[in-house]
């Protein structure tokens, strides 16, 4: 079992910049490949980035590309992600996961362990 818990989120203004952080306790947190996806208002929870398990491959979706980074600190069991130049469409509760695999995961069924969510909304 692993245990994920989101933080970070919060009201931000179109432009601005939040860091989400997930805090991951149970089995080895290094074992993992991470992700983070989002769920918006009536519509179906997203892909947003995904990381390998030694951190060295990221993935995002071409909407946050360039805005979004996520990393992750093995020694610390902890996933981050840090959002730029938010738009309201980013808006929405933002999720962590974590998949047992050595690859980057981008899809939701490849994806063992879900934590709770974090609400992020960006005003116009």
């Known amino acids: 079992q692993v245990q994920l818990v989101e933080s970070g989120g919060g009201l931000i203004q179109a432009g601005g910049s939040l860091r989400l952080s997930c805090a991951a306790s149970?089995?080895?947190?290094?074992?993992?490949?991470m992700g983070w996806f989002r769920q918006a208002p009536g519509k179906e929870r997203e892909f947003v980035a995904a990381?390998?398990?030694?951190?060295?491959?990221?993935y995002y979706v071409g909407s946050v590309k360039g805005r979004f980074t996520i990393s992750r600190d093995n020694a610390k069991n902890t996933l981050l992600l840090q959002m730029n130049s938010l738009k309201p469409e980013d808006t929405a509760i933002y999720y962590c996961?974590?998949?047992?695999?050595?690859?980057?995961?981008?899809?939701?069924?490849?994806?063992?362990?879900w934590g709770q969510g974090t609400q992020v909304t960006v005003s116009s």
């Open positions: 996961a974590a998949a047992y695999t050595n690859a980057v995961a981008t899809t939701r069924r490849a994806y063992d362990y």
């Open positions: 149970g089995r080895t947190f290094s074992s993992y490949a």
């Open positions: 990381i390998s398990w030694t951190g060295d491959s990221t």
